[in-house]
């Protein structure tokens, strides 16, 4: 009986929450016309969201890439298929790790110091000093931040691929001697403009959405004192990780 | 309707502030119970009260952060629960509070959290925003400082650039939660001295919650003492001070045991000792 009890709650305020952060994310964006006079605030995010996240994205899509090139050459070696290698590393950046491993890494580096600072900023009586100045912390400091991720995820996610793409060829061409023709003309003819780079750049904006949206509400959402933003920064992470995963086997399902 | 009868009855201009028969509760429990009260304009007056009496609710109540659950909040012969979001906002920027830790935005240097109100509500030209600015950092004695970082202030000077970024919108109150704790000798004493002289140069009407009764006191017109949610007495602080309640006299000098007990209520100590089961 305890059981069912302790699952009902849980159950319901699980739906709170989500009802929470729907109501705050509908305030967000209805707040953020605002924004269109003063662009410069999303400029700003963008640069904390965006290009200070660029180091890791950078490094680890180059990575990705060097052992794409490794494993994806030594099973095509084994049909014969070496040449496709350029196709190998290319579809499975464009489709699925460009985007999914992007938001993952943009989740712990750019989610966690959202709900981290904003959290900070609730503790530390800043958003409710706004209030009292009469401006709302909604539209002045959540709504940036939102945006900027929308907008800095879909380029993170396609310079991933685009890092991937190079240090794949250096590894199947430079290293491993793959022609270098054939790397390129199999990649060029067999990846889609719409079917495979459109469909990952969607994946990317919707994991933007998802990501910076949960970061943005676990830190407005966060109990203000260190323990409660330490558990909004973790839940920011969890949750988002999860949401991408989930969300990638979906859109997966539904587009290829 | 209601409001405009409301008007009638409370549109008393020496009174800024109006708060009648207010009661709040957190949950269920009782924060401010049958609560009235008045601060007159162009006067500082003091609400003093133990920790978690509801101080800092009163002012949460005035800035229409807090709605109460019955009773009327009423501002400059405005009800406040029954503001819009827009009215509000609008009687906000009339209005000047200083946090107990200044809340200055810490991704700003303090002259742009003193410009930031401006900025936010006025077009004003970088040129007179920039005199408006040091002008008001000249008054907090800070005009020197600012370039400085919210981190590199000392607790002191925070909160002079936070009273500086309250009065830059030349608001008709300021409201200060606890503005000399954790404060030293040196920086209360400016604090003090900026309340009193920014309440009497700039005709502000000041509402100052504290704990710290000599600091508060010695700046005060008119003094609330708060306990258990209610008032436990007013009047000028010589009044209060001479008070022979038991309630009050505890309050004001100090007293460890009185009517606030120094016991958390418990069941029976020896019980409790040898009881030897659960914790």
């Known amino acids: 009986m305890r059981a069912f009890q302790y699952l009902g709650g849980a159950a319901l305020d699980g739906v709170e929450r989500l009802g929470r952060a729907t109501l705050f994310l509908y305030e967000v964006v209805s707040g953020s016309w605002m924004l269109v006079r003063r662009f410069y605030l999303v400029i700003e995010q963008v640069y904390a969201v965006g290009v200070l996240t660029l180091v890791i994205i950078l490094v680890s899509g180059g990575f990705v890439g060097l052992v794409l090139g490794l494993q994806g050459y ?13 196709l190998l590393v290319a579809l499975s950046l464009v489709r699925e790790l460009g985007p999914v491993v992007t938001a993952l890494l943009f989740a712990g580096r750019a989610g966690s110091a959202l709900t981290a600072e904003i959290g900070l900023m609730k503790a530390t009586d800043q958003l409710a000093g706004m209030e009292m100045m009469a401006v709302n912390p909604v539209t ?31 590894i199947g061409v430079g290293l491993l001697g793959v022609d270098v023709g054939a790397f390129w003309s199999q990649m060029q003819n067999g990846v889609d403009f719409y079917d495979d780079i459109l ?49 990638d086997f979906i859109m997966t399902a539904l587009m290829f | 309707m209601t409001s405009s009868v409301s008007q009638a009855v409370f549109n008393d201009s020496t009174n800024l502030v109006e708060i009648r028969d207010v009661h709040f509760a957190r949950g269920t429990r009782p924060i401010l119970s049958d609560m009235t009260l008045t601060i007159p304009r162009g006067k500082v007056t003091v609400i003093m009260g133990g920790s978690g009496c509801g101080k800092t609710t009163v002012l949460n109540l005035i800035g229409g952060r807090l709605r109460p659950d019955r009773g009327q909040v009423m501002v400059d012969g405005l009800s406040v629960p029954d503001l819009n979001i827009k009215a509000l906002y609008a009687l906000r920027k009339r209005m000047g509070m200083l946090f107990q830790t200044g809340a200055l935005l810490t991704d700003l240097s303090a002259f742009e959290n003193v410009a930031f109100p401006l900025r ?24 020197g400082a600012r370039d400085l970082m919210p981190a590199e202030l000392s607790g002191g000077m925070a909160r002079r650039v936070a009273l500086a970024r309250a009065i830059v ?21 400016v604090i003090a001295k900026l309340i009193r002289e920014l309440n009497d140069a700039l005709g502000i009407t000041s509402i100052v919650v504290s704990h710290d ?16 949610g209610r008032i436990l007495a007013q009047g000028t602080p010589q009044a209060l001070q001479q008070s022979t309640a038991a309630d009050v006299r505890q309050f004001m000098q100090g007293l460890p045991d009185g009517p606030v007990p120094y016991t958390y209520p418990a069941r029976a100590y020896i019980e409790d000792l040898f009881d030897g089961g659960s914790p």
């Open chain 1, 74 to 86: 030594n099973t095509l070696a084994k049909f014969g298929a070496a040449d496709s290698l350029g």
């Open chain 1, 199 to 247: 469909n990952g750049v969607i994946k990317s904006v919707v994991f933007g959405v998802v990501v910076t949206g949960i970061a943005v509400f676990e830190g407005y959402d966060a109990v203000p004192t260190s323990e409660g933003v330490s558990r909004a920064t973790n839940r920011t992470v969890v949750y988002s990780s999860l949401a991408v995963l989930g969300l």
């Open chain 2, 213 to 228: 009764v000599a600091d508060t006191l010695a700046i005060s017109d008119y003094a609330y003492l708060l306990g258990g």
């Open chain 1, 140 to 170: 002045r400091v959540i709504a940036p931040r939102f945006f900027a991720g929308i907008v800095s995820m879909p380029l993170l996610a396609a310079l991933f691929s685009v890092v991937g793409v190079l240090s794949g060829h250096m």
């Open chain 2, 120 to 143: 936010e509500h006025t077009r004003l030209p970088e040129a007179l925003l920039r005199h408006v600015v040091l002008m008001k950092l000249e008054t907090v004695g800070l005009r």
């Open chain 2, 169 to 189: 919108m030349e608001p008709m109150m300021i409201m200060y939660d606890e503005p000399f704790t954790g404060l030293d000798p040196i920086s209360k004493g």
